[in-house]
């Protein structure tokens, strides 16, 4: 059974760090994107961090240089490591993978619909919720 477990949400002061985890299991294949999103109440989700089965990593503009992620590929897991939070950063975070044999199928969609595309055939955990406070 294909499953993602995230773990490592919590509540922080601006400026402070928080660390999320997403152990994935039960997937076939090897090759994976994986990334994070988040979401508020009434906007819609958007993209944190993302990585592609070349690890190749991608940002949104508004993490760049305060969030780091990372995957540590024999245990299937992403981190996400978060410094000097702000309060515009509260949401909940959602850890989002596709296992794939069909990555070169992939690339030219990719390419024209940007980095986070991918996740539209991904499988999605339950999320973990991030609260920031001034």
């Known amino acids: 059974q294909e499953q993602l477990l995230e773990s490592g949400g919590g509540s922080a002061l601006a400026g402070g760090s928080l660390t999320l985890s997403c152990a994935a299991s039960?997937?076939?294949?090897?090759?994976?994107?994986m990334g994070w999103f988040r979401q508020t109440p009434g906007k819609e989700r958007e993209g944190v961090a993302t990585?592609?089965?070349?690890?190749?990593?991608t940002y949104a503009d508004n993490v760049k240089g305060r969030f780091t992620a990372s995957r540590d590929n024999p245990k299937n897991t992403l981190y996400l490591q978060m410094n000097n939070l702000k309060p515009e950063d509260t949401a909940m975070y959602y850890c989002?993978?596709?296992?794939?044999?069909?990555?070169?199928?992939?690339?030219?969609?990719?390419?024209?619909?940007?980095?986070?595309?991918?996740?539209?055939?991904?499988?999605w955990g339950q999320g973990t919720q991030v609260t920031v406070s001034s």
């Open positions: 989002a993978a596709l296992f794939t044999d069909q990555v070169d199928t992939l690339r030219p969609l990719i390419s024209v619909r940007g980095p986070w595309a991918w996740s539209d055939f991904g499988s």
């Open positions: 990585i592609d089965p070349d690890d190749i990593m």
């Open positions: 039960g997937f076939k294949h090897k090759s994976s994107y």
